[in-house]
């Protein structure tokens, strides 16, 4: 495993350590119980929207008995001018271990990590950078739906130029053997993406699949411009994973959504909570993985004993 004490983007990840995040995580969802050797205070630093994330890194920092300090960026002291680094600069300074931080810009994490802060840190999204977290749950659905990912098919559909989530997905996914292909409007597919994989219309894709992993447009980092002339009815018939194109998936294909889902645009709403869709899955999974991203670090701290960890998760895939 990384002896980092942050945890900001999948190019850290070898295989081995997403096998161990992976196993980790399988682990707790079994009831594996970890014991903290003292008090260990966790904040959560969200300076865009979230439901999912947010409240799933919470749950798993209080499920490993961490006490969660509350903070609110619209009352905090970077409303007056203060730098984000100074603000963790203050959190570390009264004995927070952990900052998990979701930010607007790009790598807002490069100069945190340049500085060497003790406390650890994990990235809950950067802009249209990297979501890491996201990612491993990712993983950990594909795996425990295939118990493998070599030579899988999987196409990341829809707003593929502002998706971390896309970003993060086809790095680890290739890395890992996936074949990968993208779909969604061709203005939104560009050579960071045709590095990993090759763009086809969906209707070419949705036969054979084992993996439709949808995105939602992100009206948020759209022009205005853009996003007035945005049509969703017409969005969701030439881009969107309609009842008929699913009709058209493979038995043992899934579907899968890093949510929030707009029903009716980049899927129909039926689909949701169909039989293929892991999508409500993709967000218990959430949890324990992040659980197991956060162990690693608390071992790293020496917070944790290592040799219960080490156990537990240090399993090859099948």
Same mark, same amino acid.
């Given at each position: 495993?990384?002896?980092?004490?942050?945890?900001?983007?999948?190019?850290?990840?070898s295989?081995?350590d997403?096998?161990?995040?992976?196993?980790?995580? +399988?682990?707790f969802?079994?009831?594996?119980?970890?014991?903290?050797?003292?008090p260990a205070?966790?904040m959560?630093l969200?300076?865009?929207?979230?439901t999912?994330?947010?409240t799933?890194?919470?749950?798993?920092?209080?499920?490993l008995?961490? +006490?969660?300090?509350?903070?609110?960026?619209?009352?905090s002291?970077v409303?007056k001018?203060?730098?984000?680094?100074?603000?963790l600069?203050?959190i570390?300074?009264i004995g927070?271990?952990?900052?998990?931080?979701?930010?607007?810009?790009?790598h807002?994490?490069?100069?945190?990590?340049?500085a060497?802060?003790d406390?650890?840190?994990?990235?809950?999204g950067?802009?249209?950078g990297q979501?890491?977290? +996201?990612?491993?749950?990712?993983?950990?659905?594909?795996?425990?739906e295939?118990?493998?990912?070599?030579g899988?098919?999987?196409?990341?559909?829809?707003?593929?130029?502002?998706?971390?989530v896309a970003?993060?997905?086809?790095?680890?996914?290739?890395?890992?053997?996936a074949?990968?292909?993208?779909?969604?409007?061709?203005?939104?597919?560009?050579?960071d993406?045709?590095?990993?994989?090759?763009?086809?219309?969906?209707d070419e894709l949705?036969g054979?699949?084992?993996?439709m992993?949808?995105?939602?447009?992100?009206?948020e980092?759209?022009?205005?411009?853009?996003?007035?002339t945005?049509d969703?009815?017409?969005?969701h018939?030439q881009?969107?994973l309609?009842a008929?194109?699913?009709?058209k998936?493979?038995?043992?294909a899934?579907i899968m959504?890093p949510a929030p889902?707009n029903?009716g645009?980049?899927i129909a709403?039926?689909l949701?909570?169909?039989?293929?869709s892991?999508i409500f899955?993709?967000?218990?999974?959430g949890?324990?993985?992040r659980?197991a991203?956060?162990?690693?670090?608390?071992?790293?701290k020496g917070l944790l004993a290592a040799?219960?960890?080490?156990?537990?998760?240090?399993?090859?895939?099948?």
């Amino acid at each position: 495993m990384q002896t980092t004490n942050y945890l900001v983007s999948v190019d850290q990840f070898s295989n081995a350590d997403v096998t161990h995040y992976i196993h980790l995580a +399988q682990a707790f969802k079994r009831g594996l119980a970890v014991t903290l050797k003292r008090p260990a205070y966790a904040m959560n630093l969200f300076f865009e929207n979230s439901t999912r994330t947010h409240t799933s890194f919470e749950m798993a920092e209080r499920q490993l008995g961490m +006490q969660v300090i509350p903070f609110d960026p619209k009352t905090s002291s970077v409303t007056k001018g203060e730098s984000l680094l100074d603000t963790l600069k203050t959190i570390q300074a009264i004995g927070v271990d952990l900052a998990v931080i979701r930010h607007p810009h790009d790598h807002y994490y490069q100069p945190l990590i340049e500085a060497g802060l003790d406390m650890s840190l994990i990235n809950a999204g950067d802009g249209s950078g990297q979501h890491p977290s +996201q990612s491993l749950l990712d993983m950990l659905t594909i795996y425990e739906e295939f118990g493998h990912f070599d030579g899988l098919k999987i196409a990341i559909v829809g707003d593929l130029q502002h998706s971390r989530v896309a970003r993060s997905n086809m790095m680890l996914l290739t890395q890992l053997g996936a074949q990968v292909y993208f779909s969604g409007p061709k203005a939104w597919f560009n050579a960071d993406f045709a590095k990993y994989g090759d763009y086809r219309p969906l209707d070419e894709l949705v036969g054979e699949m084992d993996v439709m992993m949808l995105l939602r447009v992100q009206h948020e980092r759209l022009t205005a411009d853009k996003d007035a002339t945005f049509d969703a009815a017409s969005y969701h018939q030439q881009f969107g994973l309609t009842a008929a194109r699913a009709a058209k998936m493979p038995a043992q294909a899934i579907i899968m959504h890093p949510a929030p889902v707009n029903r009716g645009v980049e899927i129909a709403s039926e689909l949701v909570d169909a039989p293929q869709s892991r999508i409500f899955q993709q967000m218990t999974n959430g949890m324990y993985i992040r659980m197991a991203m956060i162990t690693q670090l608390l071992v790293q701290k020496g917070l944790l004993a290592a040799e219960p960890i080490e156990e537990v998760a240090h399993v090859n895939f099948n």
